[in-house]
C-alpha cells in the first residue's frame, strides 16, 4: 500500500488519464447494447413460475358452457341492436340489463377535451357484492364498447353480462365482483378508476354511486370477433410502462395455455417459433411500447393506483368459441379469489420475450445504467479537465519561462522553494455555467405546453415547425450568449459537465421507473457525450477552437439525432400519423397522466441543445 | 448605500420567488409538507396544524400522539391560523429565511471564518463576496423547498444562524437567547453551546484589552443559556395548563425515538429492525455517539470555533434522529463562508454528485416503496444511506480541508505537496 500510494499519487497528474474516459464511456454504451442482446437467450432469461401459492391456477373445475352459450347469444343480439346508438342510451339499457341480473348497477358520464378532441361517453357497471365477503375487496371485470382498435366489442361485452349473470349463482366469492362496461377503451376506463378512488376532477367526470372495497386485480375482455378466435392476445403494459404483477399475467397465461389449451401471445407476436430473433422481436416491441408509455388497453388505466390488471383479447381464425374464453375468465377470477392479500410475491419490474420467458430487473437493469453511466463518467471528466491549468500554445512568441519559476515560502527564519506548477489551481467559473444549465432545463417547459396544448390539427406542422426551429436555434443560442459574456472553453467545458451529469443522473432514476424509456432515451442522447472540445486542446479564456471535419460530424450527427428529428422519423418508419401521434400523447398528459413528454421536453431536448450549442458555428 | 440596494435586491428576488411558488402553485406547498425527506415527526406542519387545532380547542394538543413540537409555537401561529391566513404563514416563513440570510451575509461581512482570533488563513484573500454568500442560501433548492413545505425545523435553524451572527458580532447574550431559542425548539441545537461560547469569548477577547478569563465567561455565558431555557420552559409550563407532560412528547420524542416514521437519516430503520431488548442500549449509544464529536472538535480546532460550529451542524445533519434536508441545507448555508478552503479538498464533485443522485433517487424509490408497491422499505434506506454517504464525505472533506489550511502555517514547506489522510 505504501509503495503504491505514490505511484497512484503520480497518476493523478499524467495528461494521458484524460484519454480514457471517452473510451471508457463508449465502452459502457456497447456494453450495455450488447447485455441487452444478451438477455433472450436461455442462460440470461428464466421461465415463469407462480410465486403467490394461494393463486392456485388452473386448479378449479370450470363450469361456465352449456346453457350459457343461450344466454350469451341472446345478450350479443341485445348488444348488436345497440349498436351505433347514443351512449346515453347504450349505458341506460346495458344497466338494465345488469339490475335485471339482480345485481346494483349505475352508471356514470365522462367528457375530455385534449388537442381539440371531445372524449366523451357513459359507462355502465354493476357491483356483485360477495356472498362469503365483506366489501372490502373486489375484483373487476371490464369489456369496452369499443376496443382499443376502435371496433365494436360485440363478442366482449356481450361475454362480460353473461358473466355477471352466471357469477351471481355462484355462492363462493369472497371478493366483491363489478362488472364494468365502459364506451371507450382510454378514456372511460381512466374516468371510472379516478372516480373510484375520488381522484377525478368533476368537470370532466361524474362521481361513483356505487363503490365496493380495495381493487385486488382487474381482467378486460376483448373480443370484436364476430367468429371463433384462435389464440388469445394478452396485454400488460401500464402509463408511463409501469406493469401488472407477473403473478397475474402467469397466471392467466397458466389458465389460457394449461388448462384450456388456448395458445397465448403478446405485443403482437401472432406467431411465435420461441427462437432467439422472435424472443428478441418480442422483448424489443415490448420495450417500445414501455418506453412510449401509453394506454395499451383499458386495463392500463389501472394500473397507476397499484390495482394490477391486464386485458384477454381474441385473435385470429380458429376452432376456440367465446365459452372458452368465459371459461378462462372464470377460472382467473376463481384465482383472484383465493388472493388473501394484494399481489406482492412475483416481480413488477420485467421483460418478457415469450409467454412463459422472462428477465427480471436484477438481470436487465445493468443495460441502461451502463448507458446512463457514461454520461457521468464524460462529466467527471470533463469536470476534471476544467481544474487544469491551460496547456500553453506550443511555438508561441511568449518563451516560456515559467517552467522553472518557483514560489519562495519563508517562515520564522526558514525558507522553502516550492514549484509554482505545483500550486496553480484555476479556480473554477461556475456561476454561468450552473445557470445556464437551470436555465435550458427549464426553457423544455415551452414545448411541453406547446405540444400539450395544440388543436390536433396544426400538431404535425407544429412539429415540422419545431424541428426547423432547432436547426437554427442552437446557433441563435450561442451568439446571444456570447453577445452578453465570453463563452470560454472554460465554461463550455463546465458547461457540457454539468449538462451531462444531470442527464445522468436523470437517466439513472428514470432506469428505475421505467426501464425501456431511459435505456432507448440514453441511446438517442449517446452522442452528446462525444461532441464538443471535451477531448482537444483547452485554450484557456480564448475562444475555443474545434476541427472543422470534427465540428460537421458532430453537427450532423446530433441534427439527425434532434428529439422532434426522432420523433417524426419514428412515426414515418411505424406508418402512423403524426398528428394522430402527438394528440394521443397530449391526451395521455391530461387525462391519464402520461408523463412520457416531461423526459422528452425537460430532460432530453434540454441536454440536447446544449450539447448542439456547443458545437454550434455561432461560436 | 449601493451595497444596501444590491442586498435589498437580492431578498426582492428571494421574497418575489416564494412567493411565486406560493402562488403560481398552490398545491406545491402541500406536497412537499407531506414529503418524509422535507418533514420529519417533529418538525411537520401537517402535525403543527393539527396540534394548533386541538390547543384552539381547548384540548391537550398532545393528546394524540401525533404533535411533538414545542409549546410556543402554538400561540405563535395561533395569531396566525394557516387555515385561515395561508399567506400570513408563508410570509412568517419567508421572513425567517431572510434572517436566516441576514445573519449569514453578517458572519461572512465579519470575515471570522478566515480570520479568528487566534488563527488567520494564508489564503483568507480568496473569498466570496457576503452577498454571494447569501444569495447561495437564499437560491439552494433545498433552502426553498424546505420553505415551502413550512416544517417548523425553519425557525430552530434562524435561530441558530442568528446565535452566530450575534456570537460574531460581540453581543453573547442575545447569541445565547437565540441558541436557547433553538434548543427550547430541537433540543439537538444544545450541542453547538460550547463552540458558541469559545467563539463569543474570542470575539470579546479580540476587541478588548481587558481578557476575561475562558472559564468565567463560559460559566456566564452557560447561565445565561440555562436561565433562557428554563424561562422557555417555564412559559411552556403555563401555557400547557401548569403541566409538565409536554416534556414527555417533545424531548422525550428525540431522546426516545417512539415514532420511526421514515426520513433522510439513519436511525427509523435500524430501530424498526432492532430487537425491542437492546433498544435501550442503542439509544444510549446512538446519543453517546452524536455527543462525542462536540468535544474532540473543540479541543482539535480551537483556534477556529465557527468552524468548529459547521462541522458540528453538518455532523447533526446527519446522525441526529430525525434529520431533514432543512438540516443539510444550513449545512450548505454556512459552507461558502469557507470558499477559500474549497481548493483544499479533493472528492467536491464526487460527492456533489452522490448528493444530487440521492436527491433525484430518494423520491423516486419512496414512490416506488409507498405509491407503486413495487419497492419496498429497503429501497429507501439504501438512498438514505447514500446520501449520508455523500454528506460525511462533504463534512470530512471539509475538515481535511481546514485542517491541511492550518498545517501550512506550521509548516509551510509543505505546501502543495501530496498528503494521505490516514
Not at chain 1, 348497477?105 to 357497471?125: F, L, M, R
Request: net charge neutral; glycine share 6%.
Amino acid at each position: 500500500m505504501t509503495i503504491e500510494a505514490p505511484t497512484i499519487l503520480a497518476l493523478r497528474k499524467d495528461p494521458r488519464l484524460l484519454k480514457i474516459p471517452p473510451y471508457l464511456s463508449a465502452l459502457c454504451i456497447v456494453i450495455g447494447i450488447v447485455w441487452l442482446f444478451l438477455l433472450p437467450l436461455n442462460e440470461y432469461s428464466r421461465h415463469t413460475y407462480i410465486s403467490e401459492n394461494a393463486l392456485l391456477p388452473g386448479q378449479v373445475h370450470t363450469y361456465f358452457g352449456g346453457s350459457e352459450q343461450n344466454v350469451f347469444n341472446a345478450y350479443k343480439h341485445e348488444v348488436q341492436s345497440l349498436l351505433g346508438k347514443d351512449p346515453e342510451v347504450i349505458a341506460a339499457q346495458l344497466s338494465n340489463i345488469l339490475r335485471s341480473v339482480g345485481l346494483k348497477a349505475a352508471t356514470q358520464k365522462y367528457h375530455y377535451e385534449a388537442a381539440g378532441n371531445v372524449h366523451s361517453g357513459e359507462n355502465a357497471y354493476a357491483v356483485l357484492h360477495a356472498p362469503r365477503g365483506d366489501a372490502t375487496e373486489a375484483i373487476v371485470l371490464v369489456a369496452a364498447w369499443t376496443n382499443m382498435d376502435g371496433e365494436p366489442n360485440q363478442s366482449g361485452v356481450a361475454l362480460a353480462l353473461t358473466l355477471a349473470r352466471y357469477f351471481k349463482r355462484w355462492s363462493l366469492w369472497s371478493k366483491d365482483i363489478i362488472v364494468l362496461i365502459t364506451s371507450d377503451s382510454k378514456a372511460g376506463p381512466q374516468a371510472w378508476v379516478d372516480a373510484y378512488h375520488d381522484e377525478h376532477s368533476p368537470d370532466s367526470a361524474d362521481p361513483l354511486q356505487l363503490k365496493s372495497g380495495a381493487l385486488q386485480g382487474v381482467v378486460v375482455v376483448d373480443n370484436a370477433l364476430d367468429h371463433r378466435f384462435e389464440s388469445l392476445h394478452i396485454v400488460y403494459d401500464g402509463i408511463n410502462g409501469q406493469l401488472p404483477n407477473l403473478d397475474l399475467f402467469n397466471s392467466a397465461v397458466a389458465i389460457a395455455s394449461g388448462q384450456m389449451g388456448i395458445g397465448v401471445s403478446l405485443q403482437r407476436m401472432w406467431k411465435h417459433g420461441d427462437s432467439y430473433r422472435e424472443r428478441l422481436q418480442t422483448m424489443l416491441r415490448g420495450m417500445v411500447s414501455q418506453g412510449l408509455g401509453h394506454a395499451s388497453g383499458p386495463h392500463s388505466s389501472f394500473i397507476p393506483y397499484h390495482v394490477d390488471a391486464i386485458t384477454l383479447q381474441a385473435v385470429g381464425h380458429g376452432w376456440q368459441d367465446e365459452m372458452a374464453m368465459g371459461r378462462c375468465v372464470e377460472s382467473t377470477f376463481r384465482s383472484l379469489n383465493n388472493l388473501l392479500e394484494h399481489f406482492h410475491q412475483s416481480f413488477f419490474f420485467y421483460l418478457l420475450m415469450q409467454a412463459n420467458r422472462f428477465v427480471s430487473i436484477g438481470t436487465y437493469l445493468p443495460s441502461a445504467m451502463l448507458v446512463a453511466v457514461n454520461f457521468t463518467i464524460m462529466a467527471i471528466a470533463l469536470w476534471i479537465q476544467s481544474g487544469r491549468p491551460p496547456k500553453r500554445r506550443a511555438g508561441s512568441a511568449t518563451v516560456d519561462m515559467k517552467e522553472s519559476e518557483v514560489e519562495v515560502v519563508r517562515k520564522e527564519g526558514m525558507v522553502a522553494l516550492v514549484p509554482t506548477a505545483d500550486l496553480a489551481i484555476v479556480e473554477r467559473q461556475l456561476f454561468l455555467p450552473v445557470a445556464l444549465v437551470v436555465a435550458f432545463h427549464f426553457l423544455g417547459a415551452v414545448p411541453l405546453y406547446v405540444f400539450n396544448n395544440t388543436q390536433q390539427e396544426a400538431l404535425a406542422q407544429t412539429l415540422v415547425f419545431f424541428a426547423y426551429a432547432n436547426i437554427v436555434l442552437p446557433t441563435l443560442l450561442a451568439i446571444i450568449i456570447s453577445g452578453f459574456t465570453t463563452l470560454s472553453s472554460h465554461r463550455l467545458i463546465l458547461l457540457q459537465c454539468f449538462s451531462l451529469l444531470l442527464l445522468g443522473m436523470f437517466l439513472a432514476t428514470l432506469a428505475t421507473l421505467n426501464f425501456s424509456l431511459a435505456f432507448l432515451i440514453g441511446l438517442l442522447a449517446a452522442p452528446l457525450s462525444f461532441v464538443g472540445i471535451a477531448m482537444s486542446a483547452d485554450n484557456g479564456d480564448a475562444p475555443p477552437e474545434l476541427g472543422t471535419l470534427r465540428k460537421i460530424v458532430s453537427n450532423v450527427l446530433l441534427h439527425l439525432l434532434s428529439p422532434p428529428v426522432v420523433v417524426l422519423a419514428v412515426c414515418k418508419i411505424f406508418g402512423a400519423d403524426t398528428g394522430a401521434t402527438l394528440a394521443e400523447a397530449a391526451f395521455g398528459w391530461k387525462v391519464s397522466g402520461l408523463r412520457t413528454q416531461v423526459v422528452v421536453c425537460c430532460v432530453w431536448w434540454p441536454a440536447w441543445l446544449i450539447g448542439a450549442v456547443i458545437v454550434s458555428p455561432g461560436l | 448605500m449601493a451595497i444596501d440596494r444590491r442586498k435589498l435586491l437580492l431578498y426582492a428576488a428571494a421574497a418575489a420567488l416564494r412567493f411565486l411558488l406560493f402562488l403560481a402553485f398552490p398545491r406545491l406547498p402541500d406536497l412537499l409538507t407531506g414529503r418524509a425527506e422535507i418533514s420529519t415527526p417533529v418538525t411537520s406542519f401537517k402535525r403543527l396544524q393539527e396540534g394548533l387545532f386541538l390547543y384552539t380547542h381547548n384540548v391537550s394538543p398532545y393528546d394524540g400522539g401525533v404533535f411533538y413540537q414545542a409549546p410556543l409555537l402554538l400561540p405563535l401561529f395561533a395569531l396566525v391560523p394557516p387555515f385561515i391566513f395561508p399567506l400570513a404563514t408563508a410570509v412568517l416563513y419567508i421572513f425567517t429565511d431572510l434572517v436566516c440570510a441576514e445573519s449569514l451575509i453578517q458572519i461572512a461581512e465579519s470575515g471570522v471564518a478566515r480570520t479568528s482570533r487566534l488563527f488567520s488563513s494564508p489564503r483568507k484573500d480568496n473569498h466570496w463576496d457576503s452577498l454571494a454568500v447569501g444569495a447561495a442560501f437564499l437560491f439552494n433548492p433545498f433552502t426553498i423547498a424546505t420553505c415551502l413545505a413550512r416544517p417548523t425545523s425553519v425557525f430552530s435553524n434562524g435561530a441558530i444562524l442568528y446565535a452566530i451572527a450575534n456570537a460574531v458580532d460581540r453581543k453573547p447574550a442575545k447569541s445565547m437567547l437565540a441558541l436557547a431559542l433553538a434548543a427550547y425548539l430541537s433540543l439537538y441545537p444544545a450541542l453547538l453551546l460550547p463552540p458558541l461560547i469559545l467563539l463569543c469569548h474570542d470575539q470579546i477577547v479580540a476587541k478588548d484589552g481587558s481578557k476575561p478569563k475562558l472559564p468565567r465567561s463560559s460559566f456566564e455565558l452557560s447561565s445565561i443559556f440555562c436561565g433562557s431555557v428554563a424561562w422557555f420552559l417555564a412559559m411552556s409550563y403555563l401555557l400547557t395548563g401548569q403541566s409538565w407532560e409536554f416534556l414527555r412528547s417533545t424531548y422525550g420524542v428525540h431522546l426516545l425515538l417512539p415514532d420511526l416514521t421514515p426520513n433522510v437519516g439513519l436511525w427509523w430503520y435500524f430501530f424498526i429492525e432492532m430487537f425491542d431488548s437492546f433498544r435501550e442500549f442503542f439509544l444510549g449509544v446512538f446519543w453517546l455517539h452524536l455527543m462525542g464529536y462536540v468535544g474532540g472538535l473543540c479541543f482539535r480546532l480551537r483556534t477556529q470555533p465557527l468552524f468548529v460550529l459547521t462541522t458540528i451542524i453538518g455532523i447533526l445533519a446527519i446522525f441526529q434522529p430525525y434529520p431533514s434536508i432543512a438540516d443539510a441545507s444550513l449545512y450548505f448555508a454556512l459552507l461558502p463562508l469557507y470558499n477559500h478552503v474549497f481548493s483544499l479538498m479533493r472528492y467536491t464533485f464526487f460527492a456533489m454528485a452522490t448528493i444530487l443522485y440521492a436527491a433525484l433517487l430518494g423520491p423516486a424509490f419512496y414512490y416506488l416503496w409507498i405509491y407503486a408497491g413495487s419497492g419496498n422499505a429497503n429501497f429507501f434506506y439504501a438512498i438514505t444511506l447514500v446520501w449520508s454517504l455523500g454528506l460525511s464525505i462533504i463534512v470530512g472533506e471539509c475538515l481535511f480541508a481546514v485542517l491541511r489550511d492550518e498545517w501550512e502555517v506550521e509548516r509551510p514547506e509543505m505546501k502543495g505537496k501530496e498528503v494521505r489522510r490516514i
